[in-house]
């Protein structure tokens, strides 16, 4: 922790820092001590990563209380980074370092010959600077042209041009990872990196030190290293050499969402919703439920190569472009309120085009894949919110009826006049909309809620093989199973 001097500010002088009672400790017990003050007053090391509470959280405060440099293993989109990034948390805010230290010196063991040489000339008087925690984390994207260089270090050709010896510690110019001494290093995609680069970081994660060109010298570094991979990755694009596997203290692995009312909670926590000049965008629970179904279903999917994964951020793509879709129905027929229905569903092939890998030996079917996801999406959110007692009563409702039209062209307040005079689809309708909000002043709900409950409940009818659904263009027209094109099929 920072000790605030006499008068309220931070100590700026070796001399000020020893007065003060600062005490110098380990990246890693640094880490453990704020984890422990945490764990004892029962808070969450995380806020904004759900769905971990009772599987990695146990992991990764275990790894933390050892000590251990981890690595996270899972597939696309499961908040492997989030997670590393969110440790910074865990350390003090503010840490002294030597003025002008690239290697954020420790004012009491200098690990630089800069360091060195400035507490030598100045003593106590050897100016401190303070480093917020947001600065004390390094992060590295592995990619294929990584060198040793941008890792670790290399000589500076400008410094030996201005008359430095070769053989001068002075030369180096030092890379990300002693950059983030005293601090937390990530590699994301670790198996990426290639190989002999990969052993260059042998010596970090063990003997704590970098050796640079041959330089005779040791550079005692205090960091924590944490990396992401992909499982696949280990047989895939790269692998992790064994002996630096063998250095990472824990293994954790990460999963996608278990139920759906996590993967709801990711969605809405992340997902954008558009502010646009008079119109108020409603999203009603069940629609929300209806893009975590798709994506469970879409994890289960033998047409789908579940060994890259179907990520999160599929989730949280298909619900924004769901109340896009929403918000450019009411922008074309002048309602001020938009609440997205099941034909708005038609915009999320697009969004999740890129997300996912079909396994199709037939090129162009990968529409129809996604189309059949969506639909199984639907259908389970209708089973799972609709009693199968009360579909008899809307089916047979249909068999004296002359059917129902749905569309983006129709007004919310046609699909009232729907609900009303066939009261078994409006009882239906109500038992999806459950604890939706109602608006004041009538307490009636809101007509734009009631058109999209409604429209599920008759897509979730014809998936269900009950009704006869017909499409024409952007509009739909759901009849008894007597009636309409498939009648006799």
């Keep these: 922790m920072v000790p605030p001097s006499t008068d309220g500010a931070r ?6 820092l020893r007065d003060s009672g600062w005490a110098s400790i380990a990246v890693a017990e640094e880490l453990r001590r704020n984890a422990v003050a945490r764990i004892r007053a029962g808070e969450p090391l995380f806020t904004e990563v759900l769905g971990y509470e009772d599987t990695v959280f146990p992991q990764l405060e275990n ?6 440099d981890v690595v996270f293993l899972g ?35 200098p690990v630089s010959r800069y360091g060195r040489d400035l507490v030598a000339e100045h003593g106590d008087d050897a100016p401190i600077d303070w480093v917020h925690r947001s ?18 270090g290399e000589v500076d050709p400008i410094r030996v041009a201005e008359g430095r010896y070769l053989s001068d510690e002075l030369t180096i110019h030092y890379g990300l990872v002693p950059r983030t001494n005293r601090g937390l290093f990530a590699i994301n995609e670790l198996p990426d990196l290639a190989e002999r680069i990969q052993v260059g970081l042998l010596n970090v994660l063990e003997e704590r030190d970098v050796q640079i060109r041959g330089h005779r010298v040791r550079l005692p570094l205090d960091v924590v290293l944490f990396a992401s991979a992909n499982p696949e990755d280990y047989t895939n694009r790269g692998r992790i050499i064994t002996p630096l596997k063998d250095r990472f203290g824990s293994q954790i692995r990460t999963h996608y969402p278990l139920d759906t009312e996590v993967e709801m909670d990711i969605v809405l926590q992340e997902a954008i919703v558009p502010d646009v000049d008079g119109v108020e965008v409603v999203v009603p629970d069940f629609m929300t439920r209806v893009v975590a179904a798709i994506s469970r279903e879409a994890r289960h999917s033998p047409h789908l190569n579940q060994r890259s994964g179907v990520s999160v951020r599929m989730s949280v793509s298909n619900h924004e472009a769901l109340v896009a879709s929403a918000v450019r129905r009411a922008l074309r027929t002048g309602e001020t309120t938009a609440v997205p229905r099941v034909s708005d569903l038609e915009a999320l092939p697009a969004s999740m085009a890129g997300k996912v890998e079909v396994d199709s030996l037939d090129e ?19 089973r799972d919110l609709v009693p199968g007692e009360l579909h008899r009563g809307v089916v047979e409702a249909f068999d004296d009826h002359e059917g129902v039209s749905t569309g983006e062209d129709l007004g919310s307040t046609a699909y009232v006049e729907v609900a ?11 038992v999806v909309l459950g604890d939706e909000p109602e608006s004041p002043p009538d307490a009636a709900r809101h007509p734009a809620l009631v058109a999209s409950a409604v429209e599920l409940v008759l897509e979730g009818l014809h998936l269900s093989k009950r009704l ?22």
């Excluded at 600065?135 to 670790?152: F, M, Q, V």
């Excluded at 009303?420 to 109500?430: E, K």
């Design 11 to 16: 100590p700026a002088t070796l001399g000020a």
């Design 63 to 68: 790894a933390l209380l050892a000590g251990h």
């Design 75 to 109: 597939e696309r989109g499961q908040a492997k980074t989030r997670l590393i990034r969110g440790l910074t948390e865990l350390l003090d805010e503010w840490m002294p370092i030597l003025a002008g230290s690239e290697v954020n010196d420790d004012p009491y063991a």
């Design 135 to 152: 600065d004390r984390y390094g992060e590295k994207l592995a990619t294929p042209d990584t060198s040793i260089a941008d890792l670790i």
């Design 364 to 382: 162009g079917r990968d529409g129809e894949v996604l189309e059949r996801i969506v639909r199984a999406g639907v259908l389970a959110t209708f």
């Design 420 to 430: 009303g005079a066939i009261p078994a689809l409006s009882t239906a309708a109500t």
């Design 468 to 489: 006869n659904k017909s499409t024409s263009g952007p509009a739909s027209r759901y009849e008894a199973r007597g009636q309409g094109p498939e009648a006799g099929a």
